[in-house]
C-alpha cells in the first residue's frame, strides 16, 4: 500500500481520492455492491443510494491489494469495468463513467494463477500494463532504518503523541531477523512498540 500510496501522491492526481481495498476481506456475496455500488431498494438492507469503490475513487487511485485473491466471477465484472471506464450501480438503469487509475498488488503468482485456470488471463493483460516487482523486505534491508523512521512518526501521529526517536541500535538488532510476514510483520511491530514506549526514546 505504501508504494501506491508514494505513486498516487506523486501523481498529477496527488490532490484526488486515494482508497485501498483489500480484496481478500471483501465477502463475495456483497463484492458487486461494494465495488459498484447500489440503488435505494435493489436488495434488503439497502435503504439509500451508496456509491461503490470506483465511484469514489473517481479521478483519483483505487488500489486493489490482493488482486489475486478475488474470484472468477468477481474478475468478470472487475475486467468490464476496466475495459469500458463505466459502472452501474445494482438496481441501476444507466452506466456511470468513471476515470481513475487502479494499482493492484498480490503475494500470488498471477501468471501461475492464470495457468491453472485461477485467474482470467484477459484481467491479467489488462492489469499488467506496468509491473513493479517489489522484492520482500529481506532482500532489501537497506530500507529498514527508513520504513522504522516513517512508521514510528506514523504510529505516533495516529496515537497523538509526541514520536519518540529511535536509536540507531533498533535498525542493527533488526537486520538479522528474516521477516517472514514482511512489511506488515515489521508495521505491527513498529506499532506495538509505539504503543508501548514508556519514553521518548525506542530502544532495542
Not at 45 to 65: K, P, Q, R
Not at 119 to 128: G, I, P, V
Not at 148 to 158: I, T
Not at 175 to 192: D, I
Request: glycine residues 6%; neutral net charge.
Amino acid at each position: 500500500e505504501l508504494l501506491a500510496r508514494v505513486i498516487h501522491f506523486a501523481s498529477v492526481r496527488g490532490d484526488r481520492p486515494f482508497l485501498a481495498v483489500n480484496c481478500a476481506a471483501v465477502p463475495e456475496t456483497l463484492v458487486e455492491s461494494e465495488f459498484f455500488g447500489h440503488k435505494k431498494g435493489a436488495y434488503t438492507g439497502a435503504h439509500d443510494d451508496a456509491a461503490g469503490f470506483f465511484e469514489n475513487a473517481a479521478g483519483g487511485t483505487l488500489f486493489l491489494d490482493e488482486i489475486g485473491d478475488l474470484s472468477f466471477s468477481a474478475q468478470s465484472k472487475l475486467l468490464r469495468v476496466l475495459e469500458t471506464r463505466t459502472v452501474r450501480r445494482i438496481g441501476g438503469s444507466r452506466d456511470l463513467p468513471v476515470e481513475l487509475r487502479v494499482v493492484c498488488a498480490t503475494h500470488r503468482n498471477l501468471p501461475l494463477r492464470v495457468k491453472e485456470g485461477l485467474f482470467r488471463e484477459d484481467l491479467y493483460y489488462r492489469l499488467a500494463a506496468l509491473e513493479l516487482q517489489v522484492p520482500p523486505l529481506r532482500d532489501r534491508m537497506e530500507d529498514l532504518p527508513a520504513l522504522l523512521e516513517f512508521y514510528v512518526h506514523a504510529f505516533a501521529a495516529r496515537l497523538a503523541r509526541p514520536a519518540p526517536a529511535l536509536s540507531g541500535a533498533v535498525a542493527e538488532s533488526l537486520a538479522p531477523y528474516p521477516f517472514p510476514g514482511n512489511v506488515r510483520e515489521l508495521k505491527n511491530m513498529v506499532e506495538r512498540a509505539v504503543i508501548l514506549c514508556e519514553g521518548d526514546r525506542l530502544l532495542p
